[in-house]
């Protein structure tokens, strides 16, 4: 057990040395390659969590005329619960539209200047699925409704574009994944080429195949902690400044939005995809190369 613990050091620090020279190079390759995908990805998951808050559900807004009073509105709602196209009514008070609309920055302000309330009171209906064009026209010949608009297309279509965002990502990602290993494979073949002689040597005096490539491995596997560290690094340093921008971009709407860096667990199984792929492109080139020594 001793001796297995003590060439399994010898390995290490083997690969800590070659990777503390030209080793280096490749893990930075590494993070910087596996920080464009990492990046996407936190701030796709950012966007994700502000289109759930929003309504991906087609709604329609009924606008009642400013003079109807609030008996005439309220009695609008028994004919719309009764309409099969239906799902779901809510009425929307002209005092709770005014309160809405004055948490926006710079509006409270401008409607206190007014010195009166200027929205009407309104219902929000969620119809069921299907065509929607005749309920709208229908809608919009009740008593007392003004107008009649359609919401939440722009969440569907931002529903959307973040799945093909998402799909650009992970098949980013997929081929880098490619080059990383391809990376690696090359700097364990240099290394291999280095120590070639060394290599036949042991090999002759009876080094069995796992002592040979267990350096090498760690190698790999060093590099591509390493590389994943670094990538890990610049994430959480690019999301940092986009943020300061994007503070003083969301304050303009009110917002306090910001992309949120990676989690805990993201980012371990960020560096442990790096390491994996730093072990799987050592084995693939020690497989090989070693063979050709034989």
């Known amino acids: 057990m001793r001796a297995w613990l003590s060439?399994?050091?010898?390995?290490?620090?083997?690969?800590?040395?070659?990777?503390?020279?030209?080793?280096?190079?490749?893990?930075?390759?590494?993070?910087?390659?596996?920080?464009?995908?990492?990046?996407?990805?936190?701030?796709?998951?950012?966007?994700?969590?502000?289109a759930a808050r929003a309504s991906l559900d087609p709604q329609i807004s009924l606008f009642l005329r400013p003079d109807l009073k609030r008996a005439e509105a309220l009695a609008l709602e028994r004919p719309?619960?009764?309409d099969a196209r239906v799902a779901r009514v809510r009425f929307v008070p002209r005092e709770d539209a005014l309160s809405e609309l004055n948490k926006l920055q710079g509006l409270a302000e401008i409607t206190s200047a007014l010195g009166r309330n200027p929205?009407?009171?309104?219902?929000?209906?969620?119809?069921?699925?299907?065509?929607?064009?005749?309920?709208?026209?229908d809608l919009a010949r009740l008593p007392g409704v003004e107008?009649?608009?359609?919401?939440?297309?722009?969440?569907?279509?931002?529903?959307?574009?973040?799945?093909?965002a998402?799909?650009?990502?992970?098949?980013?990602?997929?081929?880098?994944?490619?080059?990383?290993?391809?990376?690696?494979?090359?700097?364990?073949?240099?290394?291999i080429l280095t120590h070639r002689e060394e290599i036949e040597v042991s090999k002759l005096i009876g080094a069995t195949d796992a002592f040979v490539c267990r350096p090498f491995y760690y190698l790999g596997l060093l590099q591509g902690v390493a590389g994943g560290l670094i990538a890990v690094g610049i994430v959480w340093g690019a999301?940092?400044?986009?943020?300061?921008?994007?503070?003083?971009?969301?304050?303009?709407?009110?917002?306090?939005?910001?992309?949120?860096?990676?989690?805990?667990?993201?980012?371990?199984?960020?560096?442990?995809?790096?390491?994996?792929?730093?072990?799987?492109?050592?084995?693939?080139?020690?497989?090989?190369?070693l063979r050709e020594i034989q």
């Open 7 to 50: 060439q399994h050091q010898r390995a290490l620090r083997f690969a800590l040395r070659r990777l503390a020279g030209g080793g280096v190079l490749s893990a930075v390759v590494i993070g910087l390659a596996l920080a464009l995908p990492a990046g996407g990805y936190a701030m796709l998951e950012s966007l994700r969590g502000l």
């Open 80 to 82: 719309l619960r009764a």
């Open 119 to 137: 929205l009407p009171d309104a219902y929000v209906v969620t119809p069921r699925e299907g065509d929607i064009a005749l309920l709208l026209s």
């Open 147 to 164: 107008h009649v608009q359609a919401d939440a297309a722009w969440s569907r279509r931002l529903a959307a574009a973040a799945g093909i």
């Open 166 to 191: 998402r799909l650009a990502i992970w098949l980013l990602a997929a081929l880098l994944s490619f080059g990383l290993v391809a990376v690696v494979f090359n700097t364990i073949r240099l290394q």
């Open 239 to 289: 999301l940092a400044l986009l943020n300061r921008q994007i503070a003083v971009f969301a304050e303009t709407f009110g917002s306090a939005f910001r992309v949120s860096p990676l989690a805990v667990a993201d980012c371990a199984m960020l560096v442990c995809l790096a390491a994996s792929l730093g072990w799987l492109g050592a084995h693939m080139s020690v497989s090989k190369h």
